[in-house]
């Protein structure tokens, strides 16, 4: 299939998450069973119908907010739509994607057979056989809806368009937390299939501007429900085999995992032998690189003692001489701009040698529609002398995206896109831990960012 698409003209449109809908609360039903979309007048609702109506009746896909990142959403159910987000994205072909529902009654009916019903009603569940698997009932009841993806076999024959599963026998399916998705899924009456809303490769967006940077000319609609919340997508976890496997590291961790009946043992299975591209990907986000800038990323492990205290000077200066190696003869050398992403120990400047500020600025990376409540990413710009002569060789531009874990993974995309619309030409980062809470997401992000990895 081309990838090359005639220019589109692309539109924000600014969506409130408040009042969108609610499950129904009906005695005897479970909690996430129905979700109900309100039936007031609202600009809000009336953006999300018209956006509802677009993913019923063409083939580009919409980009809307969820909790985790941006989304670029697709009727999963029909070839033609899911083809786009192929198109759109510059997407390899046997990566699958994610569908997203808006509740259990839609994902029993993914779950289906085509030509069949859900079953017969037993005024419980409302079926006779509940064709969601036993094991992920614990998950389901503790994390959704919220950033856990879970691994489901596709029934045959399936509803969704084989797109979407890249020729695997089974799916990913989530129920996102915010408002607007599940409002959106609702609306449009079909499952979602939506990878993050950002061209392959590249750090995937929390904000619709990041969205815009990716994907303007490409899509024709981006709903701006605001910056989003987690930062990293979705735990992508596979109960199907004995152990459960986690697939993706994401918004829920392991020891979470582990509380909850039947995944006491869960294990990491996203080091297998997809990730170094001999298998075809069982979950998004496995095989190919992902996650990366356009300015090259070298990652210095929690682990390496070498660079505790920040960059170490021979990385530095090694970039530089390869650098000047590639210029042609008679040509000045360009300012060097260097990006720095400090997280729990490195200190301002990360031990290079540099002058006091020159600018200080602060980019809003996240806003609460709720609370109000604000994040933002400062950015230091200082002059960079060598280290050995004292001679002016750049800017330095400097970022700390927090100490705790969820700081950093909220920043971190965020952070990466902002070193490189400042046109960094390279960009060392610390790494944390990745043996709690989110960390395990952050570094999984990070060594597939990563040019080179110190370790």
């Given at each position: ?362 980019v809003k990376t996240w806003a609460s529609n709720e609370s109000q409540e604000t994040s933002e990413l400062e950015v230091e710009e200082t002059e960079l002398y060598d280290t050995t002569s004292g001679a002016s060789i750049g800017k330095l531009l400097d970022i700390s995206i927090g100490e705790d874990a969820r700081s950093i993974a909220h920043g971190l995309f965020s952070a990466l896109r902002e070193l490189d619309r400042r046109g960094a030409d390279i960009i060392f980062v610390e790494g944390t831990v990745d043996d709690e809470d989110i960390g395990a997401a952050v570094m999984n992000r990070l ?9």
């Amino acid at each position: 299939m081309s990838q090359d698409l005639p220019r589109m003209s692309t539109r924000i449109l600014r969506v409130s998450e408040k009042e969108l809908g609610k499950f129904r609360e009906d005695d005897g039903q479970e909690k996430l069973r129905t979700w109900e979309v309100s039936q007031s007048q609202s600009p809000s609702i009336d953006i999300l119908r018209e956006a509802a109506e677009y993913l019923k009746t063409k083939d580009t896909p919409v980009a809307f907010p969820t909790e985790t990142v941006y989304g670029l959403g697709a009727d999963a159910t029909r070839s033609a739509a899911v083809k786009g987000i192929y198109t759109a994205k510059r997407r390899p072909a046997d990566n699958p994607l994610i569908i997203h529902v808006s509740d259990l009654d839609m994902l029993r009916s993914v779950l289906t057979p085509e030509n069949t019903t859900n079953g017969a009603t037993n005024g419980t569940t409302g079926i006779l056989h509940d064709q969601i698997p036993e094991i992920y009932k614990p998950l389901i009841e503790r994390f959704w809806p919220g950033p856990l993806t879970i691994l489901l076999p596709n029934p045959t024959p399936s509803k969704l368009a084989p797109e979407v599963t890249a020729g695997l026998k089974t799916f990913g399916a989530r129920m996102p937390k915010s408002p607007l998705a599940l409002s959106l899924i609702k609306l449009t009456g079909a499952p979602l299939a939506a990878p993050s809303a950002n061209a392959s490769t590249k750090p995937s967006p929390t904000t619709a501007d990041h969205v815009l940077e990716d994907l303007d000319g490409r899509i024709e609609l981006i709903l701006d429900g605001g910056p989003c919340h987690v930062g990293v997508e979705s735990t992508v976890v596979d109960g199907l085999c004995d152990p459960p496997l986690i697939l993706r590291p994401g918004g829920v961790s392991i020891d979470e995992l582990r509380g909850c009946v039947g995944w006491e043992k869960v294990e990491k299975g996203y080091k297998d032998q997809s990730e170094t591209g001999k298998a075809a990907p069982r979950a998004p986000g496995m095989k190919y690189k992902h996650y990366s800038p356009k300015a090259k990323v070298i990652l210095y492990e929690s682990t390496f003692a070498a660079a505790k205290e920040g960059v170490q000077a021979d990385d530095l200066e090694a970039f530089i001489q390869d650098r000047r190696s590639q210029q042609e003869p008679g040509n000045k050398d360009q300012i060097l701009q260097i990006g720095i992403i400090r997280t729990r120990h490195w200190k301002p400047a990360a031990g290079l040698r540099c002058g006091d500020s020159k600018k200080r600025e602060t980019v809003k990376t996240w806003a609460s529609n709720e609370s109000q409540e604000t994040s933002e990413l400062e950015v230091e710009e200082t002059e960079l002398y060598d280290t050995t002569s004292g001679a002016s060789i750049g800017k330095l531009l400097d970022i700390s995206i927090g100490e705790d874990a969820r700081s950093i993974a909220h920043g971190l995309f965020s952070a990466l896109r902002e070193l490189d619309r400042r046109g960094a030409d390279i960009i060392f980062v610390e790494g944390t831990v990745d043996d709690e809470d989110i960390g395990a997401a952050v570094m999984n992000r990070l060594r597939k960012a990563a040019s080179q990895i110190r370790s």
